[in-house]
């Protein structure tokens, strides 16, 4: 396995066409990274989707598995999905082929069953906060994250699902990493580094990580307590790993992180000097980010 080497993972039409909050290139390096992970593992571990929405992220892992395992038969029960499964304004805006005629609040789990389709059979679903689950009493081989919306959840994946990863064998792959909206995930990646080892990227979003050890049982909300100057080395190193637009997105994940924590003389310390880079690099995404985040008088002249 090489860094890079997902690119060509050929995925289905079904997959493509899958209604998710991926780009291609994420849908095939879930894919592609499922696969590997079943082929370190074999038989032992789960296929654990953390944030399914309606289920393209879990078919996309499914089908990965599908390529080199004998039989989806022969791999059993091994997937779990978690997801609220609760429409919200953004779903329903951005999937009217799927969501019309929902309100806010209203469960999708019927759009769910039907995307995921015959692979049903496969899957455990959860749902609800995933905080409220049922805990896990198996190993993990493959941990799709994209569930993050806080510290409270990330905390969770830090307490329930790392210490479940199986060193050098098991496969992390994050969401949302390359993405300003939530600081405290390349915060903890960074901070945990002696146990991830940081290994390929996919646009947009998409960090993948090795296991280097076993992950110990700790306070998963210790990182949320860390020094801010260390909190925002943390994320220089994590926006390092990267060029571009994508270390750019990282920059501004410090300007938010900032401001969230309440220190507007800091946002316009951090905001000041990577305006110009923000701007450049940013996506009209990131850059409604950073107006979100930071009072306009602040970020332009
Ligand atoms: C970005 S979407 C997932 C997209 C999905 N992976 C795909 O393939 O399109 C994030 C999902 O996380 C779910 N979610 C957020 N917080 C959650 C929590 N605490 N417990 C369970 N699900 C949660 C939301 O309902 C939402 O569907």
Redesign the pocket.
């Known amino acids: 396995m090489k860094p890079g080497d997902f690119r060509t993972w050929p995925i289905s039409d079904r997959l493509a066409a899958?209604?998710?909050?991926?780009h291609p290139s994420e849908r095939r390096a879930i894919s592609y990274f499922a696969g590997k992970a079943y082929q370190f593992c074999r038989t032992e571990g789960l296929f654990v989707?953390?944030?399914?929405?309606?289920?393209?992220?879990?078919v996309?892992a499914i089908e990965g598995v599908e390529r080199v395992a004998p039989s989806l038969g022969a791999v059993g029960q091994r997937f779990i999905a978690?997801?609220?499964?609760?429409a919200?304004e953004y779903?329903i805006e951005k999937y009217p082929d799927h969501f019309s005629g929902r309100k806010p609040g209203e469960e999708f789990l019927d759009i769910f069953y039907k995307v995921i389709g015959d692979y049903r059979g496969l899957v455990e679903v959860?749902k609800?906060?995933?905080?409220d689950?049922p805990r896990l009493d198996s190993r993990i081989a493959f941990l799709?994250v994209?569930?993050?919306?806080?510290w409270k959840?990330n905390a969770?994946a830090i307490e329930e699902l790392y210490p479940r990863l199986m060193p050098g064998k098991s496969l992390l792959v994050h969401?949302?990493f390359v993405y300003p909206y939530y600081p405290w995930l390349p915060i903890s990646m960074e901070y945990y580094s002696d146990y991830f080892e940081f290994f390929d990227y996919a646009e947009y979003s998409t960090a993948i990580y090795r296991v280097k050890k076993s992950f110990p049982k700790t306070n998963g909300l210790f990182v949320a307590g860390l020094d801010i100057d260390v909190q925002l080395a943390l994320l220089d190193a994590a926006a390092n790993r990267f060029s571009g637009w994508a270390r750019g997105c990282l920059t501004l994940a410090k300007v938010i992180h900032l401001w969230q924590k309440d220190s507007p003389c800091r946002v316009v310390r951090v905001a000041t000097p990577c305006r110009r880079a923000i701007w450049q690099r940013a996506s009209g995404r990131t850059v409604s980010a950073i107006f979100q985040a930071t009072p306009r008088r602040l970020i332009t002249r």
Not at 18 to 22: E, K, S, Y
Not at 146 to 150: G, P, Q, T, V
């Open positions: 899958a209604p998710a909050m991926l989707d953390a944030g399914s929405f309606v289920g393209g992220s879990l996309a978690y997801d609220l499964f609760k919200n779903m959860h609800g906060d995933i905080i689950a799709f994209d569930i993050l919306w806080s959840t969770f969401q949302d």
